[in-house]
């Protein structure tokens, strides 16, 4: 585990933008940056939480596992966002476990600290208000995904998704190892398998790692995207 001191390039976080600039100085005088390799677990579900995470680059996986240790990704949480912010700001223990799938580097501000500046400064607190209503829509969408919808759209609409978060309507990189995308969407590695299998009649092709999209309009039909669910 390796600290570095926080670089004021940081004052430009979605959570520092509108804060004053002696808040944000006061809050980075006291932070810390932090890389960690791909593997690296950043706190388990149970844990009260002693620092706030801000993501600056990589990205964190949040898994839930049960007593009899099923294990399932709730969420993946990229550049600029916090990492459960109502865990800290509430001092309760986390829900979920924090996971580093890529190697990545994150903002770490003492919770105490963190608390401390929300309940002063309006501005502050504004953005972590942005912030949780954001997760809270990404829950509410995923929640919608998985109730409303068949194996073959989640599967379809996460083609999709991944062509405009890439920029390239004609081919995809699947992002993760199958296992956990089939996890985030609900299903089985088998089912994930056999439903991009069915895909192929529905205008893609698969090779590997690696989603052609041959017919774009199939695959909406076969999809049914839906804008209050699969806003990015």
């Known amino acids: 585990m390796t600290h570095h001191p926080v670089e004021k390039s940081y004052e430009n976080l979605p959570v520092f933008t509108a804060v004053p600039h002696e808040v944000r100085t006061q809050l980075l005088a006291q932070a810390l940056t ?16 002693t620092v706030q995470h801000v993501v600056l680059a990589g990205s964190v996986h949040l898994f839930a596992r049960s007593q009899a240790g099923d ?3 709730i969420e993946v949480v990229r550049p600029g966002d916090l990492v459960i912010p109502a865990a800290v700001v509430t001092g309760s223990p986390y829900l979920m476990e924090a996971r580093v799938q890529e190697p990545s580097r994150f903002l770490l501000i003492p919770a105490a ?3 401390a500046a ?6 502050l607190a504004q953005a972590l208000i942005g912030s949780l209503a954001g997760q809270f829509r990404r829950m509410v969408r995923q929640i919608k995904n998985l109730k409303l919808r ?3 759209q989640r599967v379809g609409n996460y083609i999709l998704a991944l062509s405009r978060q890439q920029h390239d309507p004609g081919t ?3 992002p993760f190892e199958k296992h956990l995308i089939a996890s985030e969407l609900g299903m089985t590695r088998e089912n994930f398998s056999r439903t991009l299998g069915a895909l192929q009649e529905h205008g893609i092709r698969v090779s590997g790692e690696r989603i ?17 669910i699969d806003t990015d």
């Open 34 to 49: 932090h890389r960690s390799p791909a593997g690296t677990v950043l706190f388990e579900q149970g844990e009260t939480p």
């Open 71 to 73: 294990e399932v990704l």
């Open 113 to 115: 600290t963190f608390r």
């Open 118 to 123: 929300v309940e002063r400064e309006p501005a």
């Open 150 to 152: 068949s194996s073959t």
């Open 172 to 174: 995809v990189v699947l």
């Open 212 to 228: 052609i999209i041959e017919d774009l309009d199939r695959l909406v039909a076969a999809s049914a995207p839906d804008p209050l």
